[in-house]
C-alpha cells in the first residue's frame, strides 16, 4: 500500500512563490513515477507536472511551464513542485499522486493509482 500526504498549499498573491511537499510511505517509493495535478471548483481535475521514476524525465503543462518545478528526493521519499510567479488562474486544490510502473501515460488522472487528500493553493490578484 502507498500513502501519500501533501503539505504547502496557502493564500499568496499573485507573483509570489510556493512549494509543495508530498511525502509518500512504502518501500516501493522509486519504482513509481509521482505526478501533481489540480482541480478548481467546478473544473475536471487536470494534470501539472510528473516526474519518472529516478528523476531523469520531466514532463509539464503548458501552462506551467518555465514556472513551476518538479523534483523529487527517492532517499527521502518525496516529492516536490516549486512554484514561482503564480497566478490567480493557478487556485485550486494541488493533489499529489503515484503512477504505477504498468502504466501507459503520465498525463491522465486514470495513469496512477494512488492519490493525497491534497492541499489549497489560493493565488489573489
Known amino acids: 500500500q502507498v500513502q501519500l500526504v501533501e503539505s504547502g498549499g496557502g493564500l499568496v498573491q499573485a507573483g509570489a512563490s510556493l512549494r509543495l511537499s508530498c511525502v509518500v510511505s512504502g518501500r516501493t517509493f522509486s519504482s513509481y513515477a509521482m505526478g501533481w495535478f489540480r482541480q478548481a471548483p467546478g473544473k475536471e481535475r487536470e494534470f501539472v507536472a510528473a516526474?519518472?521514476?529516478?528523476?531523469?524525465?520531466?514532463w509539464y503543462a503548458s501552462s506551467v511551464k518555465g514556472r513551476f518545478t518538479i523534483s523529487r528526493d527517492n532517499a527521502k521519499n518525496t516529492v516536490d513542485l516549486q512554484m514561482n510567479s503564480l497566478k490567480p488562474e493557478d487556485t485550486a486544490s494541488y493533489y499529489c499522486?503515484?503512477?504505477?510502473?504498468?502504466?501507459?501515460?503520465?498525463?491522465?488522472?486514470?495513469?496512477?493509482?494512488?492519490w493525497g487528500q491534497g492541499t489549497q493553493v489560493t493565488v489573489s490578484s
Open positions: 516526474i519518472s521514476s529516478i528523476g531523469g524525465t520531466t
Open positions: 499522486a503515484a503512477r504505477p510502473p504498468t502504466s501507459a501515460g503520465y498525463y491522465s488522472s486514470r495513469d496512477y493509482d494512488y
